[in-house]
């Protein structure tokens, strides 16, 4: 799956695409943010440069592909792959040399090669790329390279996109390959040597970036932005002759380069001619705002606006339903207070919850799968919370690809001792105490979730691998992660489970009868509201959860961490309140089998996340081609409303459990 929250939306290949003399235009500094030792790299004049490529990619099928899989030209000392984090290889990217290589400063127009005809296998593997919208990605000093469309609806806005399609499909039917680049190196020169903001932000290798500040012509240039205009274009057979790799040479075709003209046809025993041309500009883009012109996206203030309404919606109804509950329980109490237990009977009448104080901490059907669920849903509630915090907080730049991915598998397994402790600590307090069968919840609390979220991940992971897709985790990685989990997360979810089998219980305010209490027939039942009460805390993230589905699906860029830890909070006070609510309601209808509802109460939103999977499928994804993305689509589906369920319904079992627990020790019982 490639869920990288770098790229933008890819453009239909028709869309016309604009001038890269665009970039020339300023764009204002936004909230960069670099974490201390990076900086940036200074180029002198006439330095080499080398663009690097990455797997291509296509939003209509979720299957990456490595870029010499089509008959592309390859550097002369071949192809190297470039060292990559291990998130960079969990989303599928597969970063190599490329040929396209320049000087510093220096407009050059080059021709890479010709191709052997190509077969027709090879030939049918293109237009088949070409029909699926799969994109070549370039980097250069990690940054993607963009191309500018214009808005279908909007001719006049233009639209950021990074990559360029493989080829286009003519309204003929003929299928026509980009075969040259018109790339924009924009750079800006450090006149005044090093920053104090750059050597304040450089470590150790502070005195590279420092030396050249004492040289003439300023510190050197730093690379701020890379674009593209690609052409489909039919050399000349004279420009083009006895012409070797990087040989300059003067083409009439090329010269007229236009992405609304084509002109090299895929044909079957047929050769194929690459070249590209380079300039540099001059940009007063400073380097630490390079990547805004990336986080630049169309609807932008409706996107803030959006989430901003839903956290006041929210909060609005939230803070009524607290203050309901709040009146409702102190009333209560305070009646009790007054009326003594001289007059219970009238207080029954007003407070009928009383009633079930000897079974409302009975234990509950399954505790050890409740326990493990429990203890599984805080692990990922710490992940994604201290995952999104550090993104935030600007430690998980773009520049760094995968630092997200590789965060959160770090977080998640170290959080393993949180699962631990949660699922054993409640297990002994649902047992009143006793901790006989502890290691057995341990064990379980090691492989459940994981085991179940691994199965998913090989399963998907060999479709994967049977299609030759670089999304495919390579072996050697997969046996890294099936280490990680056997030998960092098993033992510190072990080693939290021990801590907790040390600590005391937390005792009851009454005590449990021996014989269960009658639960009066419902008028309605009680899992019609569970279900129902899904829809709060689905209202709060619904929103949110267009962009982060548009961001894994579709490629588009999401950046607002900020906003997504508000939205965060809210969801978790939201869960709360709900199964608090719900868990009143029972307790005063005499129904004192509160714990699976309460964790229900709140992890229904995962059934309305797992709908509006579906409706995204239909009406926002319906580009998506192939029974092997369909599968990508509905196992990762299924794996985040699953992941979704078991955090917020802990967070609905702990609020209403702590309700309970409160509402018993103050009231004075007969």
Not at 178 to 202: C, D, I, R
Not at 556 to 576: I, S, T
Request: hydrophobic share 50%; charged share 15%; with cysteine.
């Amino acid at each position: 799956m490639q869920c990288s929250w770098l790229l933008f939306p890819r453009l239909p290949s028709s869309a016309p695409f604009c001038s890269s003399s665009l970039y020339t235009r300023d764009i204002s500094p936004a909230t960069a943010f670099y974490l201390p030792g990076s900086y940036p790299h200074r180029y002198l004049d006439g330095e080499a440069l080398a663009a690097k490529v990455n797997s291509l990619t296509s939003a209509s099928s979720k299957l990456p592909f490595p870029y010499y899989s089509l008959p592309f030209c390859a550097p002369q000392d071949g192809v190297n792959r470039a060292a990559e984090s291990l998130g960079e290889l969990l989303l599928g990217d597969r970063i190599e040399t490329s040929p396209y290589r320049f000087s510093m400063f220096k407009n050059t127009s080059a021709f890479l090669c010709r191709t052997d005809p190509v077969s027709p296998a090879a030939a049918d593997l293109i237009k088949s790329r070409i029909n699926d919208a799969y994109h070549v990605n370039l980097l250069l000093d990690t940054l993607p390279v963009v191309r500018y469309v214009r808005n279908p609806i909007a001719p006049d806005v233009l639209l950021p996109s990074t990559g360029f399609p493989v080829g286009v499909r003519a309204d003929d039917g003929e299928h026509y390959v980009y075969n040259h680049l018109k790339l924009t190196v924009l750079v800006n020169k450090q006149k005044n040597g090093t920053s104090k903001v750059e050597a304040l932000m450089a470590t150790a290798d502070a005195a590279e970036l420092v030396s050249f500040s004492g040289k003439d012509g300023g510190g050197g240039y730093t690379v701020v932005g890379f674009e593209v205009v690609p052409c489909s274009v039919d050399h000349e057979e004279e420009a083009i002759k006895d012409k070797k790799m990087y040989d300059e040479f003067s083409s009439k075709a090329a010269a007229r380069c236009d992405p609304s003209i084509v002109g090299m046809r895929v044909q079957a025993n047929m050769p194929l001619a690459f070249s590209y041309e380079v300039a540099f500009m001059e940009s007063t883009i400073e380097w630490p705002s390079r990547w805004d012109a990336y986080l630049e996206m169309g609807g932008a203030q409706v996107h803030w606006f959006s989430i901003l309404n839903s956290i006041v919606v929210v909060a609005f109804l939230a803070a009524i339903v607290l203050v309901i509950l709040l009146r409702t329980v102190r009333r209560d109490l305070a009646q009790y207070e007054e009326l003594g237990s001289e007059a219970a009977p009238h207080a029954d009448d007003i407070a009928v919850w009383k009633l079930v104080a000897g079974d409302a901490f009975r234990e509950p059907g399954h505790p050890v799968l409740l326990c493990v669920m429990v203890g599984d849903g805080v692990r990922i509630l710490g992940m994604g919370v201290v995952t999104i915090l550090f993104a935030a907080l600007g430690f998980m730049s773009p520049a760094s690809r995968g630092a997200l991915v590789t965060g959160m598998l770090c977080f998640y397994l170290i959080l393993g001792v949180a699962a631990g402790y949660t699922s054993v600590r409640l297990w002994k307090t649902v047992r009143h105490g006793d901790s006989a069968g502890w290691k057995s919840v341990a064990w379980r609390a090691s492989f459940v979730f994981p085991g179940i979220g691994f199965a998913v991940f090989t399963a998907l992971n060999c479709v994967l691998w049977y299609n030759g897709s670089t999304g495919a985790v390579p072996f050697v990685l997969f046996v890294v992660v099936i280490l990680l989990w056997f030998f960092v997360s098993v033992p510190l979810t072990l080693v939290g489970s021990l801590a907790a089998s040390r600590v005391r219980h937390v005792e009851y305010p009454v005590k449990t009868n021996k014989i269960a209490r009658q639960v009066p027939a419902a008028q309605c039942s009680p899992w019609l509201f569970v279900a129902v009460a899904g829809t709060l805390p689905f209202g709060t993230l619904f929103i949110e959860l267009f962009f982060i589905m548009s961001s894994l699906w579709l490629g588009r860029v999401y950046y607002v961490f900020g906003f997504l830890l508000v939205v965060l909070g809210l969801l978790v006070a939201v869960c709360a309140e709900v199964s608090v609510v719900l868990t009143y309601m029972w307790l005063c209808v005499e129904d004192w089998r509160w714990w699976w509802r309460s964790f229900f109460a709140s992890g229904s939103v995962a059934a309305y996340i797992l709908g509006y999977a579906v409706y995204y499928l239909v009406f926002d994804l319906h580009s998506l081609s192939g029974p092997v993305s369909a599968a990508l689509y509905v196992g990762y589906s299924l794996l985040m409303a699953l992941a979704v369920m078991l955090a917020t319904g802990a967070v609905g079992l702990g609020a209403s459990f702590w309700f309970v627990y409160y509402i018993f020790s103050t009231v004075k019982l007969d």
